[in-house]
Structures are given as C-alpha cells and as structure tokens.
C-alpha cells in the first residue's frame, strides 16, 4: 500500500501530495489521528484529506485508514516468488502458498468495497428482475466463469458461463436492458473477451469486469474490480491470478446470497437433499 502511494504521488496535486509524504513519513500515527489533526499537520483542508484517499484509489478516509492500519500491523509484504527449474517440491510449495496468501491480504488492503457492494447490488437486482447472468472467460478464466456460474445458478439465478469467443459473442448479441455480464480476464487483453463486452454493453446489459488494472478491458466495462498480482501470464500457468478471481467470485456469491435472503434456505435445503443419494453413507 505504502509503494502505492509512493508511485501514486507525483500525479497528484501539490496539496495532495503532502498529505501523501505525511502517510509516508509516519503510517502508523495517520491511520489513528483525525482528520483535522491530519490537515494541520500536512497544512491543508480536511477536504483535501479526503480528496488525497480518493485519488490513491480508496473510497474515503475511513476506508483507507482501516486497509493503512491493516497494511502496517501485518507487516507481510507482496513480494511474489518466482518458481525456479532447480526447486525443490518443498521450495515450490511454500512459494506457492506465500504467493497465494500476499496475494489475498494485498487484495483485502486494496480492493474497492464500494465498487464490489455495486456489483453486488446489481448482480441481486438481475436475480430480481428474472433477467440473465453471464460469465465470460477464456482458458483458465473460462474455468473461473464455469466456477461462477455454478456457484450462482444454486442460488436460483438464470446464469450461464461461455469460455468460447463465438459463443459469448453470439449470447452477448441476444442480451438486452436489465441483464447482466460479468468478464473475467487475467491480461486484459484477449480480443474476443473485449469484442462480446462491447457488444453486451451496446445491447443495454450491465457490463462487470475481473481484470488487472490498466488493461484494455478494465475500461471497457461499466464496473472494474481490479485483481492486480505481479504474476506473469506467460510463464507456467497462472496460480494466482486464478485464485484472486475465484476469491472474487466468492464474495460476490456470499454477498448476493445475503442479499436474495431467506428465500433462498428451502432451496438449499432440497437439492442437498436430493444429492443424498448420490452419496455413500
């Protein structure tokens, strides 16, 4: 978070900027003060304050205060850990997990609540309305929207997931007002993703989008959850990108289930019943 705001300073406004040198300068004692104590200390408005924690990507000083005093009590850094040819399995395995968990905790630091409580919102309102909800994503992303799919058509949404680019092409061109598409991409930068996200959101659908940020995709959609990681996509196959999406996916679902309500228990209940019998006793 802390190189964050470092690479974020010299965009910003000069006003601004010393609200950053001050988070820098001392994390801890920033993320207990109050605001007014805050402006005077780096000579500006308490607007300002705000306006600083809005320009580095949060969603207000409350928020950025508690992913800051997350960030610094941790103490767990994101450095990813390349796998190397001559490891061995038990060298793979901690840079693996490493990996996974810095991975996590920075996402839980950075991620935009207010932009996941949208999705949410959106995602519950095309259950409402009986419209449709589609999953969009090629090679290991198209698992992750097969994943989605299943995790949602259990909670009584008319969802579906299409990992072929003629297909989410042809199924984009079918939507209309009130659906609802949801891409998933870990370049952002695969032409037919960005072909049927164009076409969904001309037909009137909401347009959400699972990507790293700066990509081409990230502006497309209508709604970016950003899922940023120093992973590369060209080496081996991407492990972390795949499970920041999939923890994506699960916190939309949670939400969204919490969101539909009790309505949704007799449901859950009969298909666990109905799967008994697919089971050993």
Known sequence: MLDRIKA???SLAPAEQRVGKLVLLDPRAFANLPVTE???RAHVSKPTVVRFCRSVGYDGLSDFKLKLAGSVSEGVPFIHRSVDADDKTSDVAVKVIDNTVAAFLKYRNDASFSALDQCANLLAL???????IEFYGVGNSGIVAQDAQHKFFR??????AYSD???QVMSASMLGKGDCVVVISNSGRTRDLMDA???ARKRGATTIVITASGSPLATAGQIHLSADHPEGYDRYSPMVSRLLHLLIIDILATTVALRIGESLQPGLRDMKNNLRSKRYT
């Open 8 to 10: 974020s300073l010299p």
């Open 38 to 40: 805050l402006a005077d």
């Open 126 to 132: 095309t259950h409402k309305t009986g419209k449709r």
């Open 155 to 160: 909670l009584g949404v008319n969802a579906i």
């Open 165 to 167: 680019g003629h297909m």
């Open 197 to 199: 996200c164009d076409i």
